[in-house]
């Protein structure tokens, strides 16, 4: 279970309270991601603490009050589902984007449903991740899409979406779909984002 908090403030600072509202807690698996992100999101004034799983965000929540969260939909230790659940039940205007490489319809109704105010595919960066906190409301300017899914857009969605039922087993997810655990495990590699 990792945390790392960022700075701690000083409340005789003027702008204690701006800056209250400025904390970030990202959670994330992946230590590079979460070091370059880290630094972009101190370099415009968040104060940015870091949790690897549930565990270590139920931790953190007894002690930082923050504002802002940005949760990757895959950890290592389970479903990043379950951290925006938590984050959204103890502070319910907490602004929550989620980020996934596995970008379906189905993960991204459910993080919506939880309490996410965004969700965003990988990789997105830190102008798509604070554009994603500002937005309140649906746009309805968005184009619809003027072409039909593929073949291979449709079995991803539908893996993904058995996935998430699954809890990110792979073999239950494989046996659901009647496929080869082997063969589930080659496409989720060669769907793998940076």
């Keep these: 279970m990792a945390i790392e908090r960022g700075p701690d ?16 807690v990202l959670v994330e698996d992946d230590a590079s991601f979460v070091k370059a992100l880290r630094r972009s999101f101190e370099r415009r004034g968040y104060r ?9 965000v139920r931790t953190l929540l007894e002690t930082v ?4 969260a940005v949760v990757d939909l895959k950890l290592g230790s389970g479903s990043g589902l379950e951290c925006v659940k938590e984050l959204y ?8 984007v989620v980020l996934t490489g596995f970008a ?4 991204a109704v459910e993080a919506i449903k939880l309490g996410a105010c965004h969700y965003l595919a990988k990789p997105s960066n830190t102008d798509d991740i604070e554009a994603a906190f500002e937005r309140t409301e649906g746009d309805t300017s968005v184009a619809l899409a003027g072409r039909t899914t593929s073949l291979k857009n449709l079995e991803w969605e539908r893996i993904h979406e058995t996935l998430v039922d ?29």
């Excluded at 039940?89 to 929550?96: E, G």
């Excluded at 379906?104 to 993960?107: E, K, L, N, Y």
Aim: charged share 35%; glycine share 6%.
């Design 9 to 24: 403030m000083d409340p005789a600072e003027p702008d204690a309270a701006d800056e209250l509202e400025r904390r970030l």
């Design 65 to 68: 009050q923050p504002g802002y």
């Design 89 to 96: 039940a103890h502070d319910p205007d907490m602004r929550i």
């Design 166 to 194: 699954t809890g990110f087993n792979i073999s239950e997810t494989a046996r659901r779909l009647g496929m080869h655990r082997r063969t589930l495990a080659r496409k989720l590699e060669k769907k793998r984002v940076p």
């Design 48 to 56: 940015v603490d870091w949790c690897d799983g549930l565990d270590s």
């Design 104 to 107: 379906s319809i189905a993960t």
